[in-house]
């Protein structure tokens, strides 16, 4: 499966932003999906999860409350709307697919990734 994630931008503290993960290939039903950022001159972290159904969903501590992540296994896309932003969550956030495991927030248990796109939350 191809990932293009898209929807970065620069939004000032307490804005909004929705991120999309486009796939193509087949089977994108099949995929367990996630999120991750990275920030400039940190590890890449996981951000959120979500099973193949949209039957679970995981989040790290510092974003639950603010970022839904959700799916539309017929238009192949997954989301991350992110709210109430925080200069922290600045970072090239990645999506990425998995058959391996459900709510993974273990970077290498995830064989595709797309391209990344920044989020800049100026305060």
């Known amino acids: 499966v191809q990932l293009q994630a898209s929807g970065g931008g620069l939004v000032q503290a307490g804005g909004s932003l929705r991120l999309s993960c486009a796939a193509s290939g087949r089977s994108f039903s099949a995929y367990h999906m996630a999120w991750f950022r990275q920030a400039p001159g940190k590890e890449r972290e996981f951000v959120a999860a979500i099973t193949r159904s949209d039957e679970m969903t995981r989040y790290t501590d510092s974003v639950k409350g603010r970022f839904t992540i959700s799916r539309d296994n017929a238009k192949n896309t997954v989301y991350l709307q992110m709210n109430s932003l925080k200069p922290e969550d600045t970072a090239v956030h990645y999506c990425?697919?998995?058959?391996?495991?459900?709510?993974?927030?273990?970077?290498?248990?995830?064989?595709?990734w797309g391209q990344g796109t920044l989020v800049t939350v100026s305060s």
């Open positions: 990425a697919a998995t058959l391996l495991c459900y709510g993974c927030s273990d970077a290498q248990k995830y064989n595709y």
